[in-house]
Each structure stands twice: as structure tokens, then as C-alpha cells.
């Protein structure tokens, strides 16, 4: 028998829980101009049903124009938490061990089917995005599956009340790493080729509609995660051409960054690090044209503070500022030293920092960094805690305070 519910966005349906375990959520609000997300739960336990079941959605709503729906497809889960963490830690996982996770948002009109297996539990997502566009008041969402023949298999009605309110403009400065060397190679798209803007942009949208509006910008690869003496695929921004040992730059690519962005709805920039990460000891991976042979400058084997990369630096950094106040951006830019240093490193910190300090004055500096002593010693004005080490820079009311939280945050 074919069964069905309706539930919480925020539910996770495993294909092995009972349909009978998840609560039912028949009605909900939404601001006008908020984006809402509730699901179908679905189910067949018919005794002794095996096979593929085969179903076809469909919507009955005053809002169907604003409504889209996704099968939630279940990946494999290899390593879904750390191991050996206290027994009590595990008590905050809805699952510990390896496995098929709902996860992926893979839109109906793919296949414009919504197919089972028979005894997994499934769930459609359902997403209702009014775009301020419509009056206040209730309205029903009926969905109904059908068979092949047209025989309606279920139905289920859900009541969204709009209200008359709209959230306010975000903010909130919010950024997640945007990455274009990965995007690049999982989707096989050469970088800076057409099929590489398009996969950016697309990505850039999604994000955007997930809050982001500062994104990381590759004005060189960013040297982030990378182990010492291994470098990313090279996403550089920024062209460098270097003849008679003079340095010029050509921002072609960052003024379509930076277009790009804009059109995505994102107006801030957080600018790649300037230095290496966990203490500041080298430059970033600095490709350019040296006398007509395009090859690697500046890297792992460059002193941060040496006089040529200190050089480099610094007109790089003078011209950049110039770029952005010729488009009215230099104040959307955030600037990053060296990611999440430590007390050891102090020094090393300081003197890359020093190398740009006067340049960047007025604009925000800001790094990733846990340890409350480094902050407190002056070598850094807005620091980004973890999660699990913000508590004293609370405690110390540190002005306009960040956050962030990666995988160590378990």
C-alpha cells in the first residue's frame, strides 16, 4: 500500500526508517518574500512488493507558479563522523556509520517521473518561493501521485499562510570557499574556458540564494589546504607579465569576476590570502608571462617577507585598490593575511602583515584565528573564531565578531 505524508523540511528521510516514525506537517507560514520548503514522504509497504515503483507528481495550488519539486536522491556516505570521539559526542548524530544519506536535490522535470523502490522510504522536495509577488493569505498545495494509467495513488494538501511582512535586506556577512579549481575539474571544464564562466555562474547563483554575498576571489590561487610543496590547479585572476624584470597586471578576468558577481547578487569580495597558510612563511602560487614563457614566480620556495615577493606584493596590492576604486568596490573588498595562525606564529604573522599594513589601512584585514592570545596582542583586528574556540572573544567583547565552523567542529 502505497502511503504518504507530509513533513518538515528539516526532516531526513533514510530509506530504510518507517514512514510511521516521521511527524506530520500539514500547515505552516512564510513571510512574503521568504523561500519555504516542506516534503512528501512516501512509502510503499504492500507484503511481499518488490521492484521499482513508477510515480507522477503533480501540483494543484494558487501558487504553482512559484512552487518547483526535487526527488531527494540518497549518496553514499563513507565517513559520516569522526571516530573515536567521546561516547556522549555521537548522541548529536541522527547516524554514525557508513551508508546511503538523503541528500541530493536532483529537480523532477529531469526525468518528470518520481520513481521508488518498493519498502525504501522516499521524499519529493517541495520549495515555494513567492518572490514578494503575492497577496497575503492562505493557500492550499495539493499534491497528488499518479500511477502510468493516471490513477491518483495519494493525495495530501498543505495550507501556506503568506503573511503581510517581508524580511529586511540581509546584513549579515556571509561567506562559504568558493573553490573554482574544483568546480573545474569535476565538471572537466578547462579554467577560464566559457563552459568554466558558465559552471560559475551557476554556482555563484545558487550560493547567492543561500545568503552568501562575499565571495572568495581568486585574485591568485588561494593557498588554502594545500600541503607544503604541493600547489591547487591555477584559477590566478590576476595576469602577470614580467619583462626586464618589471612587473604588469592586466584585471580582465576580475572585472568579469567581479561583473559576474554582481549579476549574481553579490556586491562583496573577500580577496585570496596574501600569504600561506598556518603562518604566513611563503607566498601564494604567483603564475605570469616572464618574457613570453608563462611559469610559476612566487611560491612555496619564496620567503614571505623577502624583498622581491615584498615588492611584487605591494604594487600588486596598490594597483588592485585602483581597479576596485575605479568601479566604486574597494570597500566591498576584504582582505586576508594568512589563514588560522597560532600563537607559535606570531611573528611570522606580523611581519607579512607588516609588509602590506600602510597599504590596507582603512580597509578590513580579516584571518581565521582560534587562539585568543594572538588577537589580544594587537597583531590582528578582526579575527574569525571557531566555533568551538569563540568563547573567550565573546567573554572579552570583541567588536564586530565572525565566525566560522569547518569539519574540526564536530
Not at 573545474?184 to 568554466?196: G, H, L, Q, R
Request: glycine residues 6%; proline residues 6%.
Amino acid at each position: 500500500m502505497l502511503k504518504t505524508k507530509l513533513i518538515s523540511g528539516m526532516e531526513k528521510c533514510f530509506l530504510d526508517e518507517c514512514i510511521c516514525k516521521k511527524f506530520a506537517l500539514d500547515r505552516d507560514t512564510m513571510l512574503k518574500n521568504e523561500r519555504y520548503t516542506f516534503q512528501l514522504a512516501v512509502q510503499d509497504d504492500e507484503p511481499g512488493a518488490v521492484g521499482r515503483i513508477i510515480l507522477f507528481a503533480e501540483i494543484d495550488s494558487p501558487l504553482k507558479n512559484y512552487i518547483s519539486l526535487a526527488k531527494i536522491e540518497s549518496i553514499p556516505v563513507r565517513f559520516p563522523v569522526y571516530r573515536n570521539l567521546p561516547e556522549e559526542y555521537y548522541d548529536n548524530y541522527l547516524r554514525t556509520t557508513p551508508g546511503l544519506y538523503p541528500d541530493l536535490l536532483r529537480p523532477y522535470e529531469e526525468y518528470g517521473m518520481f520513481n521508488i523502490l518498493a519498502g525504501d522510504l522516499n521524499a519529493l522536495w517541495v520549495e515555494v518561493e513567492p518572490k514578494g509577488e503575492v497577496p497575503a493569505g492562505e493557500y492550499p498545495i495539493t499534491i497528488r501521485l499518479k500511477d502510468g494509467a493516471g490513477n491518483v495513488r495519494s493525495e495530501d494538501t498543505f495550507t501556506l499562510e503568506i503573511l503581510a511582512a517581508e524580511l529586511p535586506a540581509q546584513k549579515t556577512l556571509y561567506t562559504e570557499w568558493f573553490h573554482t579549481d574544483c568546480l573545474s575539474v569535476y565538471y572537466d571544464a578547462p579554467v577560464f574556458s566559457e563552459k568554466y564562466w558558465e559552471i560559475v555562474e551557476n554556482f555563484m547563483k545558487n550560493a547567492h540564494r543561500a545568503g552568501i554575498n562575499l565571495i572568495l576571489t581568486p585574485t591568485f590561487t588561494p593557498p588554502l589546504d594545500t600541503a607544503v610543496g604541493d600547489e591547487r590547479p591555477t584559477v590566478q585572476l590576476v595576469d602577470v607579465t614580467v619583462t626586464d624584470g618589471k612587473y604588469s597586471f592586466c584585471f580582465d578576468k576580475l572585472d568579469r569576476w567581479v561583473k559576474l558577481a554582481n549579476k549574481c547578487g553579490i556586491e562583496n569580495f573577500e580577496i585570496a590570502h596574501f600569504f600561506t597558510q598556518w603562518g604566513a612563511a611563503h607566498a601564494p602560487k604567483v603564475m605570469a608571462t616572464v618574457d613570453g614563457e608563462y611559469k610559476r614566480i612566487f611560491g612555496w620556495d619564496t620567503c614571505a617577507t623577502g624583498p622581491e615577493y615584498s615588492a611584487f606584493l605591494r604594487q600588486f596590492i596598490s594597483e588592485l585598490l585602483a581597479f576596485m576604486k575605479e568601479r566604486g568596490k574597494d570597500h566591498n573588498c576584504y582582505f586576508h593575511i594568512s589563514d588560522e595562525p597560532n600563537d607559535a606564529q606570531l611573528e611570522s604573522y606580523i611581519a607579512a602583515k607588516n609588509v602590506v599594513r600602510d597599504l590596507l589601512d582603512g580597509y578590513i584585514i580579516m584571518d581565521a584565528l582560534s587562539h585568543y592570545e594572538f588577537y589580544e596582542s594587537g597583531a590582528l583586528e578582526t579575527p574569525i573564531p571557531a566555533n568551538t574556540a569563540i568563547e573567550p572573544f565573546i567573554a572579552n567583547n570583541v567588536p564586530n565578531l565572525w565566525v566560522y565552523y569547518c569539519c574540526g567542529q564536530h
